[in-house]
C-alpha cells in the first residue's frame, strides 16, 4: 500500500512539474502566410530565458526568431549600472564566425547573399543580452520591418532602461517576447 501511495505522489508531482514547464514554453502559433506584420503572433506569455526546447529545424515566423531555438539568453550580472555606460556591448561582445555558422546550420540557412541576414542578439547586449547561441538568430532584413527596425527598438528600450522608465528585466523580456509589439508602440 505504501508502495502505491508514494507511486502516486510521484506521479502528481511529475504531471505538475510537466505542466509548469509547459506553460512556461513560448512557441508562437504560425502565420497565415499573410505578408503583413500584423499577421505575425503576439503572446503575452513571457519566455524562459535561456531554455532551448530544440536545436534544429528552426524555422522564423517573419521577422521574429524561433522561440524554441532563440528563447534569449542574459549575461546573469549585468545591471542597469553596467549596460548604461558607453562602451559596455562592444566590451562583451563575443560571437566569433563559427558560432555564427551554427546559428544559421540552426535555422538551415545553406547559403545567403551579404545584407540578407545579420546573426543577431534576440536581447541585444546593450540590454544585458548574452552571446550564448539561445540569444542568437539569422535576423532577416525583409520583411519589413527587420533587423534595421529591430535597431531601433533596442535603442528605444536601452533608453527607456538608463533614464529609469523601465526595469532592465522588463526592456529584455520584452524585446524576448516580442520586439514587434515594441516597434508598434515606439511614439513616432
Known amino acids: 500500500m505504501k508502495k502505491d501511495a508514494l507511486t ?8 505538475l512539474a510537466f505542466s509548469y514547464a509547459l506553460s512556461r514554453l513560448h512557441v508562437p502559433a504560425p502565420s497565415l502566410g499573410t505578408s503583413s506584420s500584423q499577421a505575425f503572433t503576439t503572446s503575452t506569455v513571457a519566455p524562459a530565458l535561456g531554455v532551448r526546447t530544440k536545436v534544429s529545424n528552426c524555422q ?6 524561433d522561440s524554441a531555438c532563440t528563447p534569449g539568453a542574459i549575461f546573469v550580472a ?78 528605444y528600450l536601452h533608453h527607456q532602461v538608463c533614464n529609469g522608465s523601465m526595469t532592465l528585466e522588463t526592456a529584455q523580456h520584452e524585446i524576448a517576447g516580442n520586439w514587434l509589439t515594441v516597434y508598434r508602440s515606439i511614439p513616432q
Open 60 to 65: 522564423t515566423n517573419g521577422p521574429l526568431a
Open 78 to 155: 549585468s545591471t542597469k549600472d553596467k549596460v548604461c555606460v558607453a562602451g559596455y556591448s562592444q566590451s562583451v561582445r563575443n560571437v566569433p564566425a563559427s558560432q555564427k555558422q551554427a546559428v544559421y546550420a540552426e535555422y538551415g540557412i545553406i547559403s545567403h547573399t551579404t545584407g540578407q541576414y545579420e546573426v543577431d542578439h534576440l536581447i541585444s547586449l546593450e540590454l544585458g543580452g548574452s552571446n550564448d547561441i539561445a540569444n542568437l538568430w539569422p535576423e532577416p532584413a525583409n520583411p519589413t520591418p527587420g533587423f534595421h527596425q529591430k535597431d531601433t527598438v533596442e535603442n
Open 8 to 15: 502516486l505522489i510521484l506521479l502528481l508531482v511529475f504531471v
